[in-house]
RNA sequence: GGCCUGUUGGUCAAGUGGUUAAGACGCCGCCCUCUCACGGCGGAAACAGGGGUUCGACUCCCCUACAGGCUACCA
């Protein structure tokens, strides 16, 4: 075909369609004034109505790149495959992600005529006629082309290339209608015979170039070679092309995203050449893995069998987002774990984080790491924090007597106090969700019934003798020292040793020590062997629940 | 099958030709101690395997194994 050939054909093919000219979007989205070292990164995801924990890893990845300098973030939604669109998923992805404190500066999340939303529309659906320019625009110059082929030809076609051994795909010999003359494809237009866009590739099987990624550093990819369709049948970009498109006119300076894509580079290499566009840095990520339960092997985090791969997994547990948070970045950067705990009063946001740090392998989901992270952040946050936390999660996803108990702010606060440690020299790590810290502390608000109980580890006579004489001592305004004292006469009295070096050196005299009586009033009281100071629970519940559960228990 | 990518203790990971191969989680032991938690001290535990290059390889090259990805009118 001539060079008039292709405008004629361009006309054709967009006939009636009232489209702006490249020049005029180019001027329509200007560059952003910014600074330096400011990246401009997005979230583009599916609106496929599930958010996961890889989404909201990334996402932080995006925006620490795009604020560490600030620079710009935001949202765009990639909905042009209309069978995975789903009702509410911009909302779901909004508010999943809000949960964690990830907030966007421009996009999706905003009407179009919002101030800040230079770059609207930022959902691909609404920018079809920006793709027909740009395609319009290969057309014309020759860059690409109608192809008719059936959805069974080119089946057919990968099937004799399988069978040959030969690469797949539609490309030199197989692309049959890269060199049809004008006429043909006249013929088949006027027959109303449905046709793709397919780019004319210039690339040279026996090229490789070396491509810079900013995780994995230089990466030898050969050149693109297929004609890769970028308008399907129905005049919808592919993700190819709307990513090239997209991102050069909403100024993308990096552009942060699975691993998966990285085979496809040669792809949006060739694209961003043949538009006349500067592409932007790409990094690479490695995906979230985890070890599979059954197989013992690496995996990847799948959302159908791992709840904690849902977002929602976290929020119904009751994982406060800022421990989530924390661990994220943990992965992100390695050296951000040592930067926190030598300014733990910086904000996180503080934290120099680079995509350059990012670990280039899979890094594996780790939940005891998490939860000590957990335990860790749990006790530097300010009790009233923690308070409304757990109060709102308590009252939301809580059971009826744990609902009860936290609508009353004092008790609440003195049954955190017990569990953190608060007013002591030393926080307590003690809590790593709601739905655990609760579960800790439910024997101050359950009856004795309700609950299991851990063993007693001395027999029924000797259970009995020590609650009654502990029941028959007992003074609640003793306080703490006093307490203890009573305890220890109880010892004593029982047959057990008051002093540990006496009884570690003659253990067949005493029937235990001081910390065995201590046990048994514990496990009567709390149902549990292990617990806070029990004077201090004994003085959040008040003496009478303490006597309805040691009764309970004799 | 072809093409990419990755592989340091159980896990997360520093490390970029010369290190006693950091640190964190977990685990074990001891101390502290009314139990637990906290805290302190100590311990076991690693460069996937094989060839090169080099005076010298965790670091560079090749092969193998394993893992992951791509190979759609899905993203």
Redesign the pocket.
Known sequence: MTESEYKELAEILFEGEDLKTPEEYEEMYPYRKLGKKAEVTRL???PTGFIHLGNLYSALADERAAHAHDGSFFLRI?D??A??KVDGALELIIESLGYFGISFDEGAHLPDTDSVNVYAPYTQSERRGIYHTFAKKLVEEGRAYPCF???EE?EAV?NKQ?AA?V????YGEFAVWRDKGLDEIKAKLAAGE???LRLRSEGDPEKEFIFKDEI??E????ENITD??IL???G?????F?HAVDDHLMRTTLVIRG??????VPVHMELFESLGFKPPKYAHT??L?K?DPETG????LSKRSDPEMSLSFYKEEGYHPHCIKVYLM??LN??F??WHRNNPDSDLNDFPFSVK?M??????F?M??L??IC?NELSLLDENVIADFLKAWALEYGTDAQKAYFADEEKMLAALRLYM?VGQK?????LVNARQALELMSYLFEDAAAQESDPFRVDEELRKAILQDYLDTFSYTDD?GEW?EK?KEIAERQGFATD?KLYKENPEKFKGE??DV??VV?VAVTGR???????GIIHVMGEEKMRDRIAAAM
């Open positions: 583009a995801p599916s990639e042009t495959d069978k995975r082929c059936t959805e080119l990968r399988e051994k690469l797949t795909g539609y449905p046709y793709v994995k550093g990466v030898k990819l050969p890769i369709v399907k049948k129905d919808i970009p592919t993700y190819h709307a691993g998966e894509w990285l085979a496809s490695a995906h893995m070890i092997g690496k995996r990847k943990t992965l390695s050296d774990e040592e740090k670990n280039n392998s899979g890094a594996l780790d005891d790491k939860e000590n335990k440690g030393r926080r307590r790590k003690d703490n203890f305890l540990r001081t910390s201590a046990e514990r062997a292990n617990t806070p100071d029990l004077w």
